[in-house]
């Protein structure tokens, strides 16, 4: 496995969503400083690290990380075809591995999500367009048919909210779509566009948040973050790239494919996100593109940009986030750091922990890696 590294950082809150149509000047500016670039020093986050090793055995390959829970000190991760459960030493426990097309299976495995209550797993299955429910030990409970196509899926406050992109359908118009658990009743927010629907399906690994009680909602090629209530989307700030955002008339063009357009994109070097975004202490932290993947960290006033982070535990050196495609995921108030196995091996006689060295002595590049915990 590729990803390999996945930091939980606790006591973490905040995520959203944009629409390029929506920049009013009632709604607060994060405006992203090109000129204030340097390397993040995360060391101040770094207060109590607990290194995991995950099991790695013919059963348990995690071939890409797709999402990531915490749940009841059990890590639970879904690749593409299966969610897998880790205890909190690393070792494997079993796996919900139900693809298929009979009548307790999914065709194709959307996302997930665990209700953190009655520690249900509800699968999304798009091409079925219906939700497939199990316990933590993959014995099926049921099924919600949901009658329109998602991508992505939150199950929170007894509410199942559905993400569609930009997909437009006879029986679905609406990004957003929530179904109230008990009633079934749904409603719709963020109306698709029909002319991006032509084009644009570009997708982030995520688009909900949960944190502190509330739901954020971003996704790609959108520069406002919104917070998400039962009955509306309030858009909370708009994302200034210095200006270099790009123009609604270049959405508003025709396009074959989705590769015209990202031509486009870089001969005119806009810049676009947002593609990942967390928050902690009342700062936060997203991802966007500039030629190549960058992150920016807000701290309520200022704009940092960076390309490079510090740690003082993995290495004395710079790292690159590119090189090793270091990745952030959210769950409830904890954060997940991934990345390829590579940025421990290259960086090994770098490493001052004594415990990670002893860890990472036999790691190979496609072991399931090691989970590191980090406590504030």
């Known amino acids: 496995m590729k990803y390999t590294y996945i930091y939980i950082l606790l ?11 929506e920049t009013p000047s009632m709604i607060k500016e994060i405006r992203v400083d090109f000129s204030n670039k340097k390397p993040l020093d995360i060391s101040s986050i770094e207060s109590d690290i607990q290194f995991i090793p995950l099991e790695t055995n013919d059963s348990c390959l995690i071939h890409e990380i797709r999402k990531i829970c915490l749940v009841d000190s059990l890590l ?30 999914y065709s194709r495995l959307s996302d997930f999500d665990i209700d953190r209550k009655t520690k249900v797993v509800t699968i999304l299955d798009a ?22 196509w998602a991508i992505k899926l939150l199950d929170r406050d007894n509410m199942y909210y559905l993400y569609s992109g930009n ?5 679905n118009h609406y990004k957003i779509n929530i179904i109230d658990k008990s009633s079934e009743n749904s409603r719709g927010f963020y109306e698709t566009d029909t002319h991006k629907s032509t084009y644009l399906h570009v997708h982030s690994a995520e688009n909900f948040c949960f944190s502190d009680s509330n739901i954020y909602f971003y996704e790609a090629y959108n520069d406002t973050i919104y917070k998400l209530l039962s009955q509306k989307m309030d858009p909370l700030f708009y994302v200034n790239f210095s200006n270099r955002n790009i123009p609604q008339e270049r959405f508003n063009a025709h396009y074959e494919h989705i590769a015209d357009f990202t031509d486009i994109m870089r001969k005119n070097e806009y810049v676009y996100g947002i593609f990942s975004l967390v928050a902690y202490d009342s700062k936060f932290l997203f991802s966007f593109y500039d030629k190549k993947r960058y992150f920016a960290l807000f701290d309520g006033r200022n704009t940092v940009v960076f390309d490079q982070v510090i740690s003082k535990t993995i290495s004395s050196k710079q790292i ?19 990345s390829y196995n590579s940025l421990y091996i290259d960086n090994q006689e770098h490493i001052e922990n004594e415990d990670l060295k002893e860890k990472i002595k036999h790691l190979k590049e496609d072991d399931n890696g090691i989970v590191g915990v980090l406590s504030r």
Do not use: M
């Not at 006591?11 to 149509?21: D, M, N, V, W």
């Open 11 to 21: 006591a973490i809150s905040f995520i959203s969503c944009h629409k390029k149509e």
């Open 76 to 105: 639970v991760i879904g690749d593409n075809n299966s969610i897998l459960f880790f205890e909190s030493n690393g070792r494997f426990k079993n796996k919900i591995d139900k693809k298929g097309n009979g009548p307790e299976e």
């Open 127 to 148: 091409g079925k367009k219906q939700l497939l429910h199990y316990n933590f030990q993959g014995e099926y409970l049921g099924r919600t048919p949901i009658g329109l």
């Open 167 to 171: 997909q437009v359908s006879d029986e």
């Open 320 to 338: 690159d986030l590119n090189k090793h495609y270091i990745e952030l995921w959210n769950d409830e108030n904890n954060i997940f750091f991934t």
